[in-house]
């Protein structure tokens, strides 16, 4: 059995036993969590380094708590549902068994920077990973040693990684560097870029959740805005259609099987909203029963919420830090000069002194 409990801005998890005691005394921030692609099986990786694995089906059951290494950024479940892929902070990717859930890890691969996102191909014969340098890196699977490709080309810190599953030889990133950009990551070709700050006169901002339907929805952090693309299979292009303008900060978005689209925003009043697409167009719905159900719930059980509110992303201290190395060496250089005219200046006075005193001695 699972109870949220909120602590510092995130949310924690306790873990109970049949008999309603805590099997795992602790209430940690969630750092990164996924279901498998049948649903059967969730894991999460919390801030006290605990990688926790439930089974879903036919009810929730907690399987395991292992240790990780490092604190965790993100995790994911292969498509055989056989393993966790985790990455860690010190740019580290270590697998854990499911089929094995007491099994300690087992390193991967290994990035020199802070790893952001790791990805699988459909097939699961590839792991893709993202770090904070600018680089998307392609390894074989069964020989992570192995590295197929780099995927290089943007400029700022690689937030999220996503392979398309209609067309699994294409992937696409998003960025700090408000770029959205699709590639063929077995070659590390780039096919598109999309420009995002081009698309709103905003200040830039960048972009963190991206999930792909039919279309192509990126959720801002920076600005309460969802953009729409969609992808041109024969162009190979990301075609921008609109924009959802939200009231409040965006936290997450999310394709529902029908494909309604499901927006988490930072607002009690109106927390979740459902957009349906209507003659081409996304509009928000209002009656749907599911949506008043869950709106209700996150209403009624906001304090859980509270702490999250107005707090910084965690991007924020991931850009690049920029020197005007120029512009310091002018100042010195200015600085020095005016030391120099200024020592001339007194050595002048000085000598003039020391002359006038000896015509002073001579005429007496």
């Known amino acids: 059995m699972l109870k949220a409990v909120h602590e510092k801005n995130i949310f924690s998890f306790l873990y109970f036993r049949q008999d309603g005691q805590p099997a795992v005394k602790a209430s940690d921030d969630i750092l990164a969590f996924a279901f498998s692609s049948s649903g059967g099986y969730f894991a999460l990786t919390d801030d006290n380094k605990r990688l926790v694995l439930f089974r879903t089906k ?32 010190s740019g580290d990717v270590y697998s854990y068994s499911i089929t094995e859930p007491q099994k300690a890890g087992k390193i991967e691969l290994g990035h020199l920077s802070l790893l952001l996102d790791v990805a699988l191909s459909p097939d699961d014969q590839y792991i893709l990973t993202a770090d904070r340098d600018e680089k998307i890196r392609v390894s074989l699977t069964r020989a992570p040693h192995n590295i197929i490709s780099f995927c290089l080309g943007h400029r700022e810190f690689v937030s999220r990684i996503f392979v398309i599953p209609n067309y699994p030889d294409l992937m696409l990133s998003a960025s ?54 969609q992808f041109d299979a024969a162009t190979q292009l990301l075609n921008y259609r609109h924009q959802i303008s939200l009231k409040r900060k965006g936290w997450d978005i999310a394709f529902e099987e029908t494909g309604g689209l499901w927006i988490l925003q930072e607002d009690k009043e109106a927390s979740l909203l459902l957009y349906r697409p209507v003659d081409g167009h996304w509009q928000p719905v209002a009656d749907d029963k599911g949506l008043m159900k869950m709106s209700k719930y996150l209403h009624d059980n906001w304090t859980m919420f509270e702490g999250s509110v107005g707090t910084e992303s965690c991007y924020s201290s991931l850009y690049k830090a920029s ?10 250089k200015e600085e020095r000069l005016q030391q120099q005219q200024k020592k001339r200046k007194e050595l002048q006075h000085e000598s003039n002194r020391q002359t006038k005193k000896i015509r002073t001695r001579e005429s007496s």
Request: charged residues 25%; hydrophobic residues 40%; proline residues 2%.
């Open 176 to 229: 700090g560097d408000c770029t959205l950009r699709l590639w063929e990551y077995k070659s590390g070709k780039e096919v598109h870029c999309c420009h995002l700050n081009s698309l709103n006169k905003t200040e830039a901002t960048k972009n963190d959740k991206v999930w792909v339907f039919d279309e192509l929805c990126v959720l801002m952090l920076s600005i309460p805005t969802v953009y729409v693309f």
């Open 58 to 89: 036919p009810c929730w059951e907690c399987l395991s708590v292992r240790s990780v290494v490092r604190r965790c950024t993100s995790l994911i479940i292969t498509a055989a549902e056989d393993k966790i892929l985790v990455a860690d902070k």
């Open 323 to 332: 020197f005007d190395n120029m512009a310091i060496y002018l100042q010195k």
